[in-house]
């Protein structure tokens, strides 16, 4: 997932510093709305975290050396600081 990071970061800079990368069938994005994350989180998140951010951005990388390069669509939530990703992590992943 550290590659997956360093390559989203690299290929959308507006994320910024302080980013997660979701799993394809995460729980943490609402069943019915793949673009937004569950109502729980969201409801958390705007009170413990108010930074977050959630969206699902397009990246492209070899997921292997000697493999094709390929482009998958990501969950991604992104924070304005360190602390609200910090505070994210620790509860929700």
């Known amino acids: 997932m550290i590659d997956i ?13 302080y980013v997660i990368a979701l799993r394809e069938r995460s729980g943490l994005v609402a ?3 793949p673009d937004a994350l569950a109502a729980e989180v969201r409801d958390w998140a ?13 990246v492209t990388y070899v997921p292997f050396p000697g493999w094709p390069e390929e482009t998958r669509t990501l969950g991604v939530v992104a924070f304005d600081t ?4 910090a505070r994210f992590a620790t509860r929700w992943t």
Do not use: M
């Open 82 to 85: 360190a602390t609200d990703l």
């Open 31 to 33: 069943p019915d709305d």
């Open 46 to 58: 705007g009170t413990q975290a108010p930074t977050t951010r959630y969206s699902r951005r397009a």
């Open 5 to 17: 990071v360093k390559v989203l970061r690299d290929q959308h800079p507006d994320l910024g510093s």
